[in-house]
């Protein structure tokens, strides 16, 4: 079975452009998060979606939005880039509203 | 005040020693779960075990223990007979169940095996 999927794995993005990440979640799970992970720091938590609603949301400014799709799969949009963006983004499923999260493998964005 | 702390920034273990990474949470919450996860130099994350706050006994799995001491509101993962293969970066979470969904991570500990 096919674990969570991101894409793409690596991109490169100069300051004021926006981007588009996409997510995978492992087959049945309706739950999908994302985290940003900073070089040197644990993940920090930017939203939750389950069942197509947005059930949280971390403290990040709105140039970060992102949306659930019918199945399930996600997208994460940031605007307006700042080099401070520059980050792993790892997309997480889990089968529950409050489950175990499985991770997919992360993109790596990199703001110039 | 930060909800995990993880005070080792790196570790060092001979293989096939045991090593102990140490993890402290900051909760009121009476219901948490307490997890530890393994990100290699690939960047997924890799979910090793699980504690929920009210379990009485320490969570195992396979060379993973979980030592939860929730007086002292510690939950220290213990790797036993290490394997090069555990060489990682190792991240302690917890989620606290009634008031929130997202997961807090501690800023994680470079264990490196010794061959």
């Known amino acids: 079975d096919a674990g969570v999927t991101q894409s793409p794995t690596h991109l490169i993005k100069t300051r004021g452009q926006h981007v588009t990440l996409r997510c995978s979640p492992i087959?049945?799970?309706?739950?999908v998060s994302w985290y940003q992970q900073v070089l040197g720091q644990g993940p920090q938590f930017i939203f939750q979606?389950?069942?197509?609603?947005?059930?949280g949301r971390g403290n990040f400014p709105d140039r970060f939005s992102a949306r659930q799709f019918p199945n399930y799969s996600s997208e994460l949009n940031v605007n307006a880039l700042l080099l401070g963006d520059s980050a792993l983004y790892l997309c997480?499923?889990?089968?529950?509203?409050?489950?175990?999260?499985?991770f997919g493998e992360g993109s790596r964005l990199t703001v110039l | 005040a930060q909800k995990i702390t993880q005070t080792q920034p790196g570790m060092f273990v001979q293989e096939k020693e045991a090593v102990t990474l140490d993890c402290t949470y900051d909760?009121?919450?009476?219901?948490?779960?307490l997890f530890w996860y393994k990100q290699p130099s690939s960047g997924e994350m890799i979910f090793l075990i699980y504690q929920g706050s009210y379990d009485e006994q320490n969570a195992t799995e396979g060379r993973y223990s979980l030592n939860f001491q929730k007086a002292r509101k510690s939950a220290n993962l213990v790797i036993s007979a290490s394997q090069l293969g555990d060489s990682a970066m190792y991240f302690c979470?917890?989620?606290?169940?009634?008031?929130?969904?997202?997961?807090?991570f501690g800023t994680g500990t470079s264990l490196t095996v010794i061959p």
């Open positions: 909760t009121s919450d009476q219901s948490y779960g």
């Open positions: 979470a917890m989620r606290e169940v009634y008031t929130g969904n997202q997961f807090y």
């Open positions: 997480a499923s889990s089968l529950e509203n409050t489950g175990e999260l499985f």
């Open positions: 979606y389950y069942e197509k609603e947005e059930r």
């Open positions: 087959s049945g799970h309706k739950s």
